[in-house]
């Protein structure tokens, strides 16, 4: 069983800055792309940031210069560093991986965590 797990969220004033984990643990042969995703009330859920396993990032054009995405291949963990928040960046923010499972025949597969709430709000 693969699971994601998200910490990190909360409360912050505009201008401060959150930093999200993301745990991928279980059975994982390879994880590949991982990303953060958030859905605000109301709207539909979009991508933020993703990073591949060599590194290469992609970020939505809202949080370019504001917010970070790394990993660590070595703790199966991918994290996004938000600065200078704004309350527009109030949503539940989601994690996602696409790995390889170990035992299911090589076969890439798309998982999400739970979310976590990120407020922006003086």
């Known amino acids: 069983q693969v699971q994601l797990v998200e910490s990190g969220g909360g409360l912050v004033q505009p201008g401060g800055s959150l930093r999200l984990s993301c745990a991928a643990s279980?059975?994982?042969?390879?994880?590949?792309?991982m990303g953060w995703y958030r859905q605000a009330p109301g709207k539909q859920r979009e991508l933020v940031a993703a990073?591949?396993?060599?590194?290469?990032?992609n970020y939505t054009d809202s949080v370019k210069g504001r917010f970070t995405i790394s990993r660590d291949n070595a703790k199966n963990t991918v994290y996004l560093q938000m600065n200078s928040l704004k309350p527009e960046d109030t949503a539940v923010y989601y994690c996602?991986?696409?790995?390889?499972?170990?035992?299911?025949?090589?076969?890439?597969?798309?998982?999400w965590g739970q979310g976590t709430q990120v407020t922006v709000s003086s």
């Open positions: 990073i591949t396993g060599g590194g290469d990032t």
């Open positions: 996602n991986a696409d790995l390889i499972p170990r035992g299911m025949g090589m076969r890439s597969m798309n998982y």
């Open positions: 279980g059975r994982i042969f390879r994880l590949n792309v």
